[in-house]
Nanobody, 125 residues
């Protein structure tokens, strides 16, 4: 079974940086595509994909809203995937979740499983 535990959330000023960590356990074959997602505050807000990485070939993908500011990476020895947030914006404030699936062909939240408990990121203006 796969389990994810997120850490590193908190409050950062606009323009600042933050690094989120997602420590995983379980077979890599089940979590080959590990992604970061976020859910903005407010009723009815859906989760959106932020970034994903293929743990085997290292390929990455990003949503347009974070491209150039966020970087996803991995430390395979630590079974950890990171999300580096640079030039943070108030609209990045959200609950951030880590999840995975067996391949990265579709970056749709509904297709991902093994969700972590989530961590809050707040960007103050």
């Amino acid at each position: 079974k796969v389990k994810h535990v997120e850490s590193g959330g908190g409050t950062v000023q606009a323009g600042g940086s933050l690094r989120l960590s997602c420590e995983a356990s379980g077979p890599t074959s089940l979590r080959r595509c590990t992604g970061w997602f976020r859910q903005l505050p407010g009723p009815g807000k859906a989760r959106e994909g932020v970034a994903a990485i293929d743990l085997v070939d290292g390929s990455t993908r990003y949503s347009d809203s974070v491209k150039g500011r966020f970087t996803i990476s991995q430390d395979s020895a630590k079974n950890t995937v990171y999300l580096q947030i640079n030039n943070a914006k108030p609209e990045d404030s959200a609950m951030y979740y880590c999840a995975a699936r067996f391949r990265c062909s579709d970056f749709v939240p509904e297709l991902f499983t093994y969700w972590g408990q989530g961590i809050r990121v707040t960007v103050s203006s």
